[in-house]
């Protein structure tokens, strides 16, 4: 199939050209600019239009708190215990929650679910596409393990006269089960080294869910508001040389300078809504440009269902009115949430090689009266200007 006639916004070093795509079995095996040799009825004449790799929310609880239902579809926080690494969103997301529907319809081709933040670790965090039937086929990858630090955890467990009440406390359990999630891995590695010498150690789930972030294969996602938790996080990563991203990051424009010198990368959101709570206190549209002009690697999210997933292209513009540059927005919701999701080898640019998820709008997709002409994800069509 060839996708022709398009303006095309690849997200890579040759952002905005005009020319064609093809795709076979799902990928994208060439993006050429011009015109094709030839055409078939087969192929997609995009008539002008602007065609953009499918849209990405970095942080959400799309499927996991379902829409219209209250604690029957609320399968966010397990409150039973404050760390919880075994638990995994996989397990808790409802593909046939409308909300699928109405992201796909605005060009939100995949998103990230988590686990929510009651907890001091929540659990494992999925990377999956917004269409399908099964949560299994729509998986891209795990890709994060879930932290909180400051109010959410300290306000859930207070009302239950349980830890972690304080900063310190909620800081000191993610430590200990990081630490014994290391000892776990160190014994386990001498056993397969020296399997008539060692015993191995006892199957602990905990641990066992933690050896991929200790291996760098997946990511640690803090939630956190405050600048000071931002820091706290940065002090744990680094003590047990995991790969960081914070979510929110509300107060991250407060020093940022500094972030960008240490390299952050930072999904911020909600970018709109109420400060209906303390650590939102110092929430400004202008965070996500501050953090831009200072090198911080930023993604935008939606943290659905606080603002409705749909509204991801709105929270760019809106980015955009608070000072971040519009290819710079529109990379947030693109190519670098890729790049921090560690998923950009399957998605976020127009490139050979690459899951066909790809969106054609007639204007631009900041423009709060655009809805997206058609939406593709993995070379099948799934929408068409309305919610399925």
Request: proline share 5%; with cysteine.
């Amino acid at each position: 199939m060839i996708i022709y006639n398009a303006e095309i916004y690849s997200m890579t070093e040759d952002m905005h050209f005009y020319g064609y795509v093809e795709v076979h079995d799902g990928k994208i095996t060439a993006v050429e600019q011009g015109k094709p040799d030839a055409t078939t009825e087969e192929d997609i004449d995009c008539q002008g239009g602007r065609l953009f790799p499918g849209f990405i929310d970095a942080h959400t609880h799309l499927g996991i708190i379902e829409d219209g239902i209250d604690f029957e579809g609320d399968d966010c926080n397990e409150i039973s215990d404050p760390f919880t690494p075994q638990l995994r969103a996989l397990d808790g997301i409802n593909p046939f929650d409308r909300c699928f529907a109405e992201a796909r319809a605005q060009g939100i081709t995949s998103v990230m679910v988590s686990p929510g933040s009651a907890n001091a670790c929540g659990g494992e965090m999925l990377l999956m596409k917004t269409y399908g039937r099964c949560t299994d086929e729509m998986m891209i990858q795990p890709c994060g393990m879930k932290f909180a630090l400051g109010e959410n955890p300290k306000s859930t467990y207070d009302s239950r006269d349980e830890a972690p009440v304080t900063r310190m406390a909620t800081a000191s359990l993610i430590r200990e089960g990081l630490q014994k999630a290391k000892l776990y891995s160190e014994r386990l590695q001498r056993f397969e080294e020296h399997p008539d010498e060692e015993e191995p150690p006892e199957y602990d789930a905990k641990c066992e869910a933690l050896l991929p972030l200790l291996e760098g294969d997946i990511k640690a996602h803090f939630h956190c508001h405050r600048a000071d938790d931002i820091c706290t996080a940065v002090r744990i990563a680094k003590e047990f040389g995991l790969e960081l991203v914070i979510v929110h990051g509300t107060e991250a424009h407060l020093a940022a300078e500094l972030f960008g010198e240490w390299g952050l990368s930072v999904i911020v959101g909600p970018v709109m809504g109420s400060r209906n709570k303390p650590e939102l206190r110092s929430m400004e549209l202008h965070n996500a440009a501050v953090l831009h002009k200072h090198g911080v690697k930023v993604a935008i999210c939606t943290d659905h269902p606080e603002v409705p997933v749909q509204y991801l292209p709105l929270s760019a513009a809106l980015a955009v009115k608070g000072g971040l540059p519009k290819d710079a927005a529109l990379r947030a919701i693109t190519c670098e949430a890729a790049d921090i999701l560690g998923v950009s080898d399957r998605i976020g640019r127009i490139e050979a090689g690459l899951d066909a998820d790809l969106v054609l709008f007639a204007g631009s997709p900041l423009d709060v009266m655009q809805s997206p002409v058609w939406v593709m994800i993995d070379g099948k069509m799934v929408s068409k200007g309305e919610v399925e």
